[in-house]
């Protein structure tokens, strides 16, 4: 039974929705939840044996339902962060301020070495302009990716945290029987357990980039990362 | 195009290009500047945008290096919009500039081809300096010699050379022995 744990033993079902898995960025799952009473911001994604913690986004109360959106960890990534300059600052200097500000964890997955890059300056801005556009702290993440190596990216992860790092690529933990296969497309339907295929892992010995997990087929879509 | 309109347009800019903001350039005042004159503390107008210490200043002449008074005003922004670049560059125009520096293997004023040599001032003058003296003392001696006999009509000539000697030596410490005594070389 997949549940939206909302605190304590309070939890309402899930009837029917799509967990959204990209490789790079925060993870989303649009949701039909058994309850017509106002959900609290934080809540706990529970599938059955993996608990994903989540914010909720957006919620509206649909005949007798009510369907949400959730964004992984605590929903500070769309936010603008502080401003703040640095001089030959350490990645993980100015990671660290923007996930407090984000109210976002650090996850202790992340790629040592990466964290460690020296920078020689970074400026985080967090709103300029005669609109006053805010600059969300996700894309200012993705910016401190680009600039501290080749190949770095992040995600948050099903945990609820941020990660930053390398892909390692490790295979994916989990059975799958095969469904459909999208050849010029790089992608595959597949019949899988919902809490075992993750982005960034090994699947038949092909890179997953981006995951959806169908609720209500019990199915997964996966997208393979070729010819990026 | 109504208010709606152009929010829904904005939002789809800003949606397209998130880290747009730093593409642009801020209005910013020097706060601090580097001995070397290379680097400056700024505090940009923007409130959206932080203090930025020590970042590069660019002057768009390679080899110039300005010391200005704090307060000025310029320009500043990243290269390739990247938040870990930054610089500053393009002053105001009533910024007051306290020195400048300008390092280069030649330096030609008013043509290109411009070939006349600038005198090193401070070691020139100081063989001026000697020179003068030893004039000034060959002169006194000469007008000593010349007080009497037959070499006393060359005595208000010695006087007349002793004299512009002490006129040029009095208005050079006048002018503080340059005639620019805030250019300098090397």
Same mark, same amino acid.
């Given at each position: 039974m997949? !549940?939206?744990?909302?605190?304590?033993?309070?939890?309402?079902? /899930?009837?029917?929705?799509?967990?959204?898995?990209?490789?790079?960025?925060?993870?989303?799952?649009?949701l039909r939840v058994n309850a017509t009473d106002d959900l609290p911001d934080?809540?706990?994604?529970?599938?059955?044996?993996?608990?994903?913690?989540?914010? /909720?986004?957006?919620?509206?109360? /649909?005949?007798g339902t009510t369907e949400v959106r959730l964004v992984g960890g605590a929903g500070g990534l769309g936010e603008a962060p502080r401003p703040k300059h640095y001089h030959r600052p350490l990645v993980k200097h100015v990671?660290?301020?923007?996930?407090?500000?984000?109210?976002?964890?650090?996850?202790? !997955?992340?790629t040592a070495s990466v964290l460690a890059t020296e920078l020689e300056a970074w400026t985080t801005v967090?709103?300029?302009?005669?609109?006053?556009?805010?600059v969300p702290t996700g894309s200012i993440l993705a910016a401190l990716c680009a600039v501290a190596g080749s190949g770095v990216n992040w995600r948050v992860l099903g945990d609820g945290s941020v990660w930053i790092g390398t892909e !390692?690529?490790?295979?994916?933990?989990?059975?799958?029987?095969?469904?459909?296969?999208?050849?010029?497309?790089?992608?595959?339907?597949?019949?899988?357990?919902?809490?075992?295929?993750?982005?960034?892992t090994l699947l038949g010995g092909r890179k997953v980039d981006y995951v959806c997990h169908d609720l209500d087929a019990?199915?997964?879509?996966?997208?393979?990362?070729?010819?990026? | 195009m109504n208010d709606r309109s152009l929010a829904a347009w904005e939002g789809m800019q800003d949606a397209q290009d998130p880290m747009g903001a730093y593409a642009r350039m801020y209005r910013a005042?020097?706060?601090?500047?580097?001995?070397?004159?290379?680097?400056?503390d700024v505090r940009p107008d923007d409130p959206?945008?932080?203090?930025?210490?020590? /970042?590069?200043?660019?002057?768009?002449?390679?080899?110039?290096?300005?010391?200005?008074?704090?307060?000025?005003?310029?320009?500043?922004?990243?290269?390739?919009?990247?938040?870990?670049?930054?610089?500053?560059?393009?002053?105001?125009?009533?910024?007051h500039v306290v020195k400048v520096s300008f390092v280069a293997d030649e330096i030609h004023f008013g043509s290109r081809a411009a070939s006349e040599a600038f005198i090193e001032g401070t070691s020139y003058r100081g063989a001026e300096d000697s020179m003068l003296s030893g004039l000034l003392a060959a002169f006194s001696a000469m007008a000593a010699a010349c007080s009497s006999g037959p070499l006393g009509p060359l005595q208000p000539g010695m006087q007349a050379a002793i004299l512009a000697v002490q006129q040029f030596i009095s208005s050079a410490a006048a002018a503080r022995g340059f005639l620019s005594p805030k250019v300098f070389g090397e």
């Open positions: 997949v !549940t939206l744990k909302l605190s304590g033993d309070d939890s309402r079902n /899930i009837t029917s929705g799509r967990v959204l898995l990209p490789r790079t960025g925060i993870w989303i799952a649009n934080r809540v706990v994604l529970d599938l059955g044996v993996t608990e994903m913690p989540a914010t /909720i986004s957006k919620s509206e109360l /649909i005949g990671l660290a301020d923007l996930l407090r500000d984000a109210g976002e964890t650090l996850s202790p !997955t992340s967090a709103r300029t302009g005669v609109r006053s556009t805010p !390692t690529w490790p295979d994916a933990a989990v059975d799958v029987r095969s469904i459909d296969n999208d050849g010029p497309n790089a992608a595959a339907l597949v019949g899988t357990d919902i809490p075992g295929l993750w982005p960034g019990n199915r997964t879509t996966v997208l393979f990362a070729e010819g990026l | 005042r020097v706060v601090a500047q580097s001995d070397d004159a290379d680097e400056v959206g945008l932080p203090d930025m210490a020590k /970042i590069p200043l660019r002057h768009g002449i390679p080899g110039l290096r300005v010391h200005v008074a704090m307060g000025s005003y310029l320009l500043a922004g990243w290269d390739n919009g990247s938040p870990d670049k930054p610089f500053a560059a393009l002053w105001n125009p009533d910024v």
